[in-house]
T-cell receptor, first 114, second 112 residues
Framework: DTGVSQNPRHKITKRGQNVTFRCDPI?????LYWYRQTLGQGPEFLTY????????KSRLLSDRFSAERPKGSFSTLEIQRTEQGDSAMYLC????????????FGPGTRLTVL | AQTVTQSQPEMSVQEAETVTLSCTYD???????LFWYKQPPSRQMILVIR??????QNATENRFSVNFQKAAKSFSLKISDSQLGDTAMYFC?????????FGKGTRLHILP
């Protein structure tokens, strides 16, 4: 167990609905990363936070996606107007201050858009 | 930009054997790091081993070791005395700047 939790673990929604996922890293994690993983692929970087500041967003993160990390603790990822192509596992990972530092992954939230 | 290629989608070996997983990458960065992460079935991804690119000495962690060939941009993972618990997806991941990029992974099966 890495100490990083994600909720919910599974989410089934209908196309067009909004969904929100939550990630709780451990307190020492200044950085928080979000990834998307589809079947048979490695995780793809979406965005990351240094404390409460969102410092980089991937081109994969369309304007329907928004992420927040208020107070530099937990983070939320919201997808508006979901599409079937959004179906994937959404992973978050916590880490310290450098890309060299170990990332501690949560169990992921599996999203299915019908 | 960074790219990473894992040429072995799936491998199977007998328990106690040694197995090597291949990885090649490309990066324009001078200062970067290389990682192998493991994702067991239905479990969280965890770090297996890390290599700083400026270090010539290959990293080792117990039964896990790497063969880092910087000029060839190759970063293979060797698992010695493989165990059933090593069954997992293994991802090679170069990192530079502020993020790491994951390969597509190698699914490793350890057979009893």
């Amino acid at each position: 167990d890495t100490g990083v939790s994600q909720n919910p673990r599974h989410k089934i929604t209908k196309r067009g609905q909004n969904v929100t996922f939550r990630c709780d890293p451990i307190s020492e994690h200044n950085r928080l990363y979000w990834y998307r993983q589809t079947l048979g692929q490695g995780p793809e970087f979406l965005t990351y936070f240094q404390n409460e500041a969102q410092l980089e967003k991937s081109r994969l993160l369309s304007d329907r996606f928004s992420a927040e990390r208020p107070k530099g603790s937990f983070s939320t990822l919201e997808i508006q107007r979901t599409e079937q192509g959004d179906s994937a596992m959404y992973l978050c990972a916590g880490g310290r201050d450098r890309v060299a530092d170990t990332q501690y992954f949560g169990p992921g939230t599996r999203l299915t858009v019908l | 930009a960074q790219t990473v290629t894992q040429s072995q989608p799936e491998m199977s070996v007998q328990e106690a054997e040694t197995v090597t997983l291949s990885c090649t990458y490309d990066t324009s960065e001078n200062n970067y790091y290389l990682f192998w992460y493991k994702q067991p079935p239905s479990r969280q991804m965890i770090l297996v081993i890390r290599q700083e690119a400026y270090k010539q000495q290959n990293a080792t962690e117990n039964r896990f070791s790497v063969n880092f060939q910087k000029a060839a941009k190759s970063f293979s993972l060797k698992i010695s005395d493989s165990q059933l618990g090593d069954t997992a997806m293994y991802f090679c991941a170069p990192g530079a700047g502020d993020k790491i990029i994951f390969g597509k992974g190698t699914r490793l099966h350890i057979l009893p």
